[in-house]
């Protein structure tokens, strides 16, 4: 890490007097492969406070997806509660997991995960979709979302006519169009080069900071964590070490500098 | 989310993956249009031919030379095993041994060549007694049909068929005029109304001469069968009884005697064979649209999966998932039933030119319901186990 960050010991987080929007207590996860058992998460505690921007950290393998996995309601976990906004969710029905992932959390893949021969507004509209909202209304909120993330000239094309960057974002467009409280981002900037993972951190943060949504990213990339207020970093399915950042990057005066012609 | 919605979503679906709609719809048309084309063909030779004997009146008993069910003779045409042939003498001997009610009918049929001016035409002549317009119950257009001193006299008197008078006297009235049959000459007494029909013969490429005549003009003393038609109905089993002991003595076993709905009945059973068969392709067909119709279904299984996990992962429910597959799957097996359906039915009938058909609504509705029970179930049961996975997994699947 660096010089102008400061290491605090594990088990000294804690909102204080903000809300906890997302938790994990004493969360593993194990998969079973050829009688062979993989513990991906083994125990894991982690708090997320209400309008925070929070970086996961961690080498390979250490269980960062599967974490995110596990917090996005998209897989469950062996053993371990979650809680969404204080609603435990272990107790929820599919159904009802799924109205939680659709109102009030944005999942953003590194892999995109974008609907094929779908166009960007079709794909910015589908979670609208399955909220029930309609017609005008539901283009003209997909059309918003997408100028948000730069795209309004783009509505109409599709992924395969995008580049990896504009793909992530018209991704990011599709999280944040339900107006959720949190967006979780795992590796977001993992798949783009330099300049387009900036552009995809400023947005990011940039709903953190304008927005007061809350943030939760995963990546492999120092300068890309330090976006965030927060760090945690994982190994072997456990948070090892969490960092509070002092001196945050700001995306937009990175961005600035890069194009400036300014050193990395 | 209502079913509206869920509509839409299919659509665009649909149209999203124009190929895969394509090669799905494919199965099923090809499927349908086979079957439905073919059993069109077997149902249509077999009215065809059934309706062309009932077309010979009712209540009629067939007398054939040789034995048919000992296998010793074979169907009734003066074949080489045949010992012994009928002859007028016999037919009259049966018209006195039954009376004056019950119509006795000799016949020959046997190729001929008429002959306009300079116009030759190749055509069939059919003979008979003063007893045919009445016992084959046939329809003049013009003219009448032969007097009983005509066949006595051996008149060289002919009555023709719609086709010949159209390729003989293509814009004169043949009535008094001269053709001649077989390079004799004879007078047109009468002109028979187009009946249409081309699987067994055109019946419409006949001409119709006296017995005697036929005899001399072929030089022969056999007539190829004798026809009766019994004057009441409810004595046809009788009538058959007494042709049969009347023909005995002179014939022992070497003859055969049918009624209609005896002769109707064996050509069903052949034609009905005939059926089965096409059938059994048509089935293939189906076969083999419906492993079509799998193949690219199951194909695209990883892809649909993705597809699900990502709307899950967005919020999709069970219901959401599901109705949108099912509607897919309907929407292309009834479009492709549809297709199928207008293909083989235009398909019959533009065949009508070469070879009677006639649509069967079974055929239509087992090879629509196969084809789009595969369709849908292929389309459907995949959905329905991505539909239950987590989304994680749904987007893992390879
Ligand atoms: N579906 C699965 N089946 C079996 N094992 C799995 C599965 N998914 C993950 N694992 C295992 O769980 C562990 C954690 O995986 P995870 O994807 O969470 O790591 P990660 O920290 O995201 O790594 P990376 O930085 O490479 O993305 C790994 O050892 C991996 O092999
Ligand atoms: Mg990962």
Redesign the pocket.
Known sequence: MSENSETTPIGARGCESRRVVLEARDVS?C?V?DEIE?H?LRGLDLEVCDGEMLAII??????????MHIIGLLDRPSSGIVTVEGEEVSSMLPNQLAAVRNKRIGFVF?SFNLLARTTALANVELPLVYSGVSGAERSRRAKEALERVGLGDRLNHLPNQLSGGQQQRVAIARALVTEPSIVLA??PTGNLDTRSGMEVMSILQDLNTEHGITVVL?T?DDMVSRHAQRIVA?RD?KVVREEIVEKRVIAHERRAKFDAGGEE | MNLKESFRIALRALNANKVRSLLTMLGVIIGVAAVILLVAIGTGVQDEVTGSIEGLGSNLIFAFPGNVEQGGGGGGGPGGSIQKQFSLDDAEMLQRRLGPDDKVVPVIQAAAIAKVGNREWRTTMAAGNEYSGEVFSADYASGRGYYRSEVSASSRVVIIGASVQKELFPNKDPLGEYMDVNGQRFRVIGTLVEQGGSLTGDQDNQIYLPITTAQRLLGTRDISIIIVKAADATQIDLIQQRIKRALKPRFGEEFSVFTQQETLGILSQLLGTLTVMLAGIAGISLLVGGIGIMNIMLVSVSERTREIGIRKAVGAKTYDIMSQFVIEAIVLSVAGGVIGITIGWLGSEALKVVVPTQVTPWAVALAFLFSAGVGVFFGVYPAYRASRLDPIEAL?YE
């Not at chain 1, 080498?59 to 974490?67: M, R």
């Open positions: 996860k998969y492969l993989v991906a961690g080498p390979s393998g250490s269980g960062k997806s599967t974490l590194q795992d590796e995963v492999h994982l399915g | 893992r």
